[in-house]
T-cell receptor
Framework: QKEVEQDPGPLSVPEGAIVSLNCTYS??????FMWYRQYSRKGPELLMY????GNKEDGRFTAQVDKSSKYISLFIRDSQPSDSATYLC??????????FGAGTRLTVKP | EAQVTQNPRYLITVTGKKLTVTCSQN?????MSWYRQDPGLGLRQIYY???????DKGDVPEGYKVSRKEKRNFPLILESPSPNQTSLYFC???FGQGDEQFFGPGTRLTVL
């Protein structure tokens, strides 16, 4: 079993839809949780960063962490075609030991 | 412009022919690392470097070498590439080990 599981999709939604992306993990030692966005032929870029359980909002993006269920989510409100990308979840125990999900490919259709 | 650069961006080579992928950052970051990205497996760390002359293995170091002689450069060396090293490679850098990592644009390597 992988330490981090992420549905690869692909996920296709109409413009304006609410998108929900999720990852589950098996190691309760993870404390730092991240979402990266990766456009085609580009490197990943950090989108959201949260520590421990709870919610964090940044514009149209909301990251949720539920440590009791070992489940993290990224919500995108009012999705735009420019949100079309692969979204990677990542988590870390301490300063190193970063683990990435396989990525979910999202397409937002105009 | 603050950035991480990698060269080459695309490379096709044959088994056993030594190659080097260069990585350079202009942000004065101390921490640098190499990842490979494979379908269904996500990003996996190959090697990392905490500072000049300090390197350590990541999760999948077999078949790779690195060096950190200067702060800005962190080349990845494949002494004898094999087809299972066909992958998309990313270099990343950050101020410290737990800080936000900035990724390069990637190098797509095919080993025939």
């Amino acid at each position: 079993q992988k330490e981090v599981e992420q549905d690869p999709g692909p996920l296709s939604v109409p413009e304006g839809a609410i998108v929900s992306l999720n990852c589950t993990y098996s190691n309760s030692a993870f404390q730092y949780f991240m979402w990266y966005r990766q456009y085609s032929r580009k490197g990943p870029e950090l989108l959201m960063y949260t520590y421990s359980s709870g919610n964090k909002e940044d514009g149209r993006f909301t990251a949720q962490v539920d440590k009791s269920s070992k489940y993290i989510s990224l919500f995108i409100r009012d999705s735009q075609p420019s949100d079309s990308a692969t979204y990677l979840c990542a988590m870390r125990k301490g300063n190193n030991d970063m683990r990435f999900g396989a990525g979910t490919r999202l397409t937002v259709k105009p | 412009e603050a950035q991480v650069t990698q060269n080459p961006r695309y490379l096709i080579t044959v088994t056993g022919k030594k190659l080097t992928v260069t990585c350079s950052q202009n942000m004065n970051h101390e921490y640098m690392s190499w990842y490979r990205q494979d379908p269904g497996l996500g990003l996996r760390q190959i090697y990392y470097s905490m500072n000049v002359e300090v390197t350590d293995k990541g999760d999948v170091p077999e078949g790779y070498k690195v060096s950190r002689k200067e702060k800005r450069n962190f080349p990845l060396i494949l002494e004898s590439p094999s087809p299972n090293q066909t992958s998309l490679y990313f270099c990343a850098s950050s101020f410290g080990q737990g800080d936000e990592q900035f990724f390069g644009p990637g190098t797509r390597l095919t080993v025939l």
